[in-house]
Structures are given as C-alpha cells and as structure tokens.
C-alpha cells in the first residue's frame, strides 16, 4: 500500500524504461532509477514518431482496468476500437468500453448497439462526467484498490470524466471544435490520480493513432467472433474468399457477421506481422553492431 502522506520522491530514470504505474527500486542515494520491478501488466503500442516504428512505447504499467473513451456525440468509430481492444487484451489488463457524453444526446442505445458489435463479451458503460450518469459504476472498477487506466483520442471527454471520478476540477478541459467535434488536447502527460474511496486512475494525453504492437492472443480476443466462426470452416487454412463450406463467407452472407469485421481482422494480422519483420530486422542490425540486448528484470 502506498502511504499517500509521504512526500513524493523525484528521480531520475536514465537509462531506464519507466511507465506511469511502474513500481521502481532507487539506487543507494535516492537519486535515481536503479531498476524497473516486472510489470503485471502493460499497455504497449507502437512508437508513434518517424524512424521509430519498431520501437516500444507504454503508455501505462501495472493497469488492472483499461477504459477506452468513446464520445456518444461522434459517429461510432468501430475500427479504432478493435484497435484499442487488441492493445488492451494484450496489456494483460481488462477492457471497459465507456461511451461519454450521454447528456448530450437523446438516446444512446445507438451508440452502445454500433460498438457492442465489435466488442464481443466487453462490458459497455454510459456515462456522464456533468451529470455523473455511470460515475458510480465505473468507480466500482476500482475496488480492493485496483488500478483504472482512461484512453481515447482528445475530445472524447475524458478529463470531465476525470474530474467526477476524483471529485474535483483536477483536469482543466475544453470545448470541442464544432465541424468535427475533435478536441484539444487538455492533458499533457500521463498521471496517477488516488480515488477518494480507494484504488488509482491514471489519466493519459489523448491518444491519435491506435498504432500495434507485437501482439499476444490480443487479436484473437478482440475478434472472438470472428474466430470461433474460422473453427468451423471446413479447411484449416480457409482463406474466407471462395472456399467451400466456409463458415466465415456462410455468415457474411446470411447478415450474422459485417464483411468489414472480417476485413479489418485480416488488415490488423497484415500490419502486426510486418512490425514484426521490422522488429527482427532492427535486432539483426543491432546484434551485428554488437549491441546487447536489455537485460529484463525480476
């Protein structure tokens, strides 16, 4: 448990990989990082600047809840939750889809029906950082002290969203522009906030691009419907185009799957396996400058 009556200790972290969220060990002097405890958990994606593309960049360690913010006055934007979804499946943490602004809109059955279709077996909120419609609810992820983790694009409402979780003006907000309803981006850098009654928010910049990362079975889970339909193909190497017996192609055509969840699948099983070409290629020319590899922590 940390003692939150203590007076934060500063430290640098040179050379070290640190998260928000990290648990960390400080050298002899109080000075620094000396090493970064093993993470139960982490959220990973790909760096998101140029010349970097095989470089790991986590946004949040030791994460126990990831709620993904989406803003029910913007269209339904499926594809970059399937994004979002095969990240936080590999975090090793639980995904909450949480859909904001609901006293925005009239109704929000809509919205939640759009993203429950491709958030098989996700728990969805709605929610209202005004109002506090959901507050309560979304609170209760963090019993027996757990660790909650905010991600969205900027706009979405999530630093209102912070404030009533917390229970005061922590984050300063700002409107949305008008023609397109994105946002500005009113948090900076990544932050651990205690809950009054117990647990941790981390609340992170709005997040752009949903860019992967070397994935475990975050795929898989995030398209569960999808897959259990390929075990029932006849061939174990069905390509879902023009094979007989398929039952992937059977329910695209009967209504039961949108022949865009099948198509976004196969895109994100593209990328991730040309990341990870790219990732053997850079450790090839590190191993032939002679470059160590990091050494991982216990």
């Not at 979405?156 to 522009?177: F, Y």
């Amino acid at each position: 448990m940390v003692d939150l009556a203590l007076p934060p200790l500063r430290l640098r972290n040179i050379g070290a990989d640190v998260a928000v969220g990290d648990f960390v060990v400080a050298d002899d002097l109080g000075d620094r990082v000396q090493r970064v405890l093993t993470r139960r958990s982490a959220f990973v994606r790909r760096a998101s600047f140029e010349g970097s593309r095989a470089t790991a960049h986590t946004i949040a360690a030791n994460v126990d809840v990831v709620m993904l913010i989406h803003a029910l006055t913007s269209p339904p934007k499926q594809r970059r939750l399937e994004r979002e979804l095969v990240l936080a499946w590999d975090s090793g943490a639980v995904p909450v889809v949480v859909l904001t602004k609901d006293d925005l809109v009239d109704d929000a059955a809509a919205g939640v029906a759009a993203l429950r279709d491709v958030a098989p077996g996700v728990d969805i909120c709605v929610a209202s950082g005004i109002t506090g419609t959901g507050v309560e609810r979304l609170r209760a992820y963090a019993a027996d002290n757990a660790t909650i983790a905010l991600l969205g694009a900027s706009g979405v409402g999530k630093s209102t969203l912070v404030n009533a979780l917390v229970g005061d003006s922590r984050q300063h907000t700002a409107e949305v522009r008008d023609g397109d309803q994105r946002g500005r981006h009113t948090t900076t850098a990544s932050e651990l906030v205690p809950l009054p009654a117990g647990g941790w928010l981390i609340d992170t910049p709005g997040v752009r691009a949903v860019s992967l990362w070397s994935s475990g079975r975050g795929i898989e889970r995030a398209f569960a419907d999808v897959f259990e339909l390929m075990d029932r193909c006849r061939f174990r190497d069905c390509k879902h185009d023009d094979e007989p017996e398929c039952a992937v192609r059977n329910a695209i055509e009967h209504g039961a799957l949108d022949a865009r969840r099948l198509i976004s699948m196969q895109r994100l099983v593209a990328e991730e396996a040309a990341l990870e070409a790219e990732q053997r290629a850079k450790q090839k020319a590190l191993d032939r400058r002679g470059v160590r590899r990091p050494r991982k922590e216990t």
